[in-house]
């Protein structure tokens, strides 16, 4: 079993930056793979980045690319999301979620998932 805790939400105008930390528990942190997705009012729940259990593999969706940021530290059973140059179309709750080893873009694909934090981008 792993329980996630986001936190690192908050308001924040367009061009600005935001880090989302996802803190874990559990000794088995490293063995997997951490994805963030968002979701917005109204709208299905989106891939965002991923990173392996290892940390050597990184993928992002295209919305985000160079500009976000997916990082871990499995010695602090925590990942990271460095977000800058915001836009208002960020704005979306934020989750943490985990599955075995390797990335996947697929919501599905993920057994654990934490409560969520709120991201609003203002223009």
């Known amino acids: 079993q792993v329980q996630l805790v986001e936190s690192g939400g908050g308001l924040v105008q367009a061009g600005g930056s935001l880090r989302l930390s996802c803190a874990a528990s559990?000794?088995?942190?490293?063995?997997?793979?951490m994805g963030w997705f968002r979701q917005a009012l109204g709208q299905e729940r989106e891939f965002v980045t991923a990173?392996?259990?290892?940390?050597?593999?990184?993928v992002y969706a295209d919305s985000v690319k160079g500009r976000f940021t997916i990082s871990r530290d499995n010695a602090k059973n925590t990942v990271y999301l460095q977000m800058n140059s915001l836009k208002p179309e960020d704005t979306a709750v934020y989750y943490c979620?985990?599955?075995?080893?390797?990335?996947?873009?697929?919501?599905?694909?993920?057994?654990?998932w934490g409560q969520g934090t709120q991201v609003t981008v203002s223009s």
């Open positions: 979620a985990a599955k075995l080893i390797f990335t996947s873009r697929a919501p599905s694909a993920y057994n654990y």
């Open positions: 559990g000794r088995t942190f490293s063995s997997y793979a």
């Open positions: 990173i392996s259990a290892n940390g050597a593999s990184t």
